[in-house]
């Protein structure tokens, strides 16, 4: 009886044998909605998978975990690829997931959403950031293919429309591996550099996984940052990727990005015929009127008769400084009384007029002397007269 008995261990390792050798649990495909998912430092996923009756535990390693084109979430409907087994310490059974795609909707497209909502909440689509395209730019940089259609239909619509700008082509790849680095180089060249006043960024049309690269996070930041404005011209008028969102503005077409970027020539050169022709009419019909006008003035009595207009006013002159001439006579005769009669009081009031009566003043050390008190027995002071002075000195 006792060699039937096992071990914790050997039942785990029996039952996750058991199930490993059922050819159809060795690949598997399972449907459910994710929750407790844990998004582990070690980069590995650990989850559950439910539906309205059950749930299973499931695992998803970092090597499976980083190739999802989308961000797992819970509550999210999926499709879980894997293997079931057995973790044999805790005797569980679980879902290994090799690979997870969203139920109803592609993985990049999902991705996709999810990247946009992301950058919206952040502001990186927002119209105030958006900068202003030149008018007349001397340079324009182009981030394409140096070999697809899409460079040759730029080059074509610059050259027609305004040969006076220079092409600045920094070739790159557009799709597969290394392309989403390659084009975040190009754009932090081009800045870094200044090396063109506006930048078009585009490729031709093809699927999703084509245009995958364009849906880049790191490359969205880098147009959202650049300080030289961007058209993103990718694929067909109907396709829009995250880089169309970010750029300042969006073409539908390489080609319709070419004619935003740059104006077209002859129309600047009707434009300036007709502004040429505007400001000579404008001018003619000044200098017609001028000449009226000097016409007017030259058939005018003051320049027909210039003695008789000279002699009328000589005339008013002379009128004018006769009586400017008078005011002034009697304004002087009026200031004179009154000088004459101040004269009179101030002389009046003089104290050589009291001293002339036969007054006089005794001062010592040029005071006035107004009492007895002032002086003393002996001292000296002087006696002023209405016609000198004299020195005299007070006796006991």
């Known amino acids: 009886m006792s060699s039937s008995i096992l071990t914790v261990s050997q039942l785990n390792f029996h039952v996750k044998s058991l199930i490993e050798s ?28 439910k539906d309205g009756q059950s749930v299973v535990k499931c695992v998803m390693f970092r090597s499976s975990a980083s190739k999802l084109r989308f961000s797992a979430e819970n509550g999210m409907a999926v499709i879980v690829s894997g293997r079931v087994s057995v973790f044999e310490r805790d005797g569980q059974y679980q879902l290994y997931a090799g690979d997870m795609q969203p139920d109803g909707i592609g993985s990049l497209q999902l991705a996709y959403e999810q990247l946009k909502e992301k950058l919206n909440k952040m502001g990186v689509f927002a119209p105030e950031h958006k900068r202003s395209l030149p008018r007349f730019p001397k340079k324009v940089g182009v981030i394409t293919s140096p070999t697809g259609a899409a ?33 975040i180089a190009a754009m932090r060249r081009f800045n870094d ?23 880049s996070e790191r490359l969205a930041m880098e147009i959202y940052r650049s300080e030289i404005p961007v058209i993103s011209a990718v694929g067909h008028e109907t396709d829009f990727t995250i880089c169309d969102f970010a750029a300042d503005m969006r073409a539908p077409t390489p080609s319709a990005a070419a004619e935003i970027a740059v104006p077209d020539i002859h129309e ?31 058939s005018s009595k003051a320049l027909t008769s210039m003695d008789t207009v000279i002699n009328i006013k ?3 002159l002379d009128h004018s400084v006769s009586r400017l001439l008078s005011n002034m006579r009697s304004a002087l005769s009026e200031k004179s009384k009154g000088f004459a009669s101040s004269t009179a009081k101030l002389d009046a009031l003089s104290p050589l007029k009291v001293l002339s009566r036969g007054y006089s003043i005794a001062k010592k050390q040029d005071a006035i002397i107004k009492s007895v008190n002032d002086v003393i027995a002996g001292e000296k002071f002087e006696l002023v007269l209405s016609d000198g002075s004299v020195e005299c000195s007070v006796c006991e």
Not at 34 to 46: A, E, M
Not at 157 to 182: K, N, W
Request: hydrophobic share 35%; glycine share 8%.
């Open 22 to 49: 059922d050819e159809r649990l060795n690949s598997i495909m399972v449907r459910g909605e994710i929750s407790n998912l844990n998004k582990h430092y070690s980069g590995h996923y650990y989850f559950s998978l």
């Open 151 to 183: 460079i040759r239909d730029i080059m074509n619509v610059l050259g027609r429309r305004y040969p006076l700008c220079d092409i600045v082509l920094c070739p790159v790849l557009v799709q597969g591996q290394g392309s989403e680095e390659q084009l």
């Open 193 to 215: 550099k200044k090396a063109a006043d506006v930048i078009i960024i585009g490729r031709g049309g093809g699927s999703i996984e084509d245009l995958w690269s364009f849906n």
């Open 268 to 298: 600047l050169r009707a434009r300036t015929a007709n502004y040429s022709f505007t400001l000579g009419k404008y001018l003619k019909t000044l200098i017609d009127s001028k000449r009226r006008r000097l016409s007017t003035a030259a």
């Open 314 to 316: 000589r005339e008013r």
